[in-house]
């Protein structure tokens, strides 16, 4: 059983950056998919960010294309959000998640993942 550790989380201003790291407790690579999630007050999960590691293959939600990249270090089994420019609207829990290696289709889609860490806060504020 995986288990997952995020840091990182903080307060940040408008067009400020962090960075999130997701540890896991073993070795992930090459059968895992991760993900970034993200929960807000009163709305559901969403899918932030996904690394397949078997083909590095990456995804991003729209809403966060173009300003976070997700990477990682097979040596350490981390994953990480590096998130730049933030904004107000990117404030939330943010929740590492692994499954064992998912096609393309499934890589947004929450019931996928088995294993979940237990979250981070991002706030944005001015």
């Known amino acids: 059983q995986v288990q997952l550790q995020e840091s990182g989380g903080g307060l940040t201003l408008p067009g400020g950056s962090l960075r999130l790291s997701c540890a896991a407790s073993e070795r992930t690579y090459p059968r895992y998919t991760m993900a970034w999630f993200r929960q807000s007050p009163g709305k559901e999960h969403e899918f932030v960010s996904g690394?397949?590691?078997?083909?590095?293959?990456?995804y991003y939600a729209d809403s966060v294309k173009g300003r976070f990249t997700i990477s990682k270090d097979n040596a350490k089994n981390m994953v990480y959000l590096q998130m730049n420019n933030l904004q107000p609207e990117d404030t939330a829990i943010y929740y590492c998640?692994?499954?064992?290696?998912?096609?393309?289709?499934?890589?947004?889609?929450?019931?996928?993942?088995?294993?979940w860490g237990q979250g981070t806060q991002v706030t944005v504020s001015s």
């Open positions: 690394l397949r590691w078997r083909d590095r293959a990456t």
């Open positions: 998640a692994a499954a064992t290696d998912l096609i393309t289709s499934s890589v947004r889609t929450r019931s996928r993942y088995t294993y």
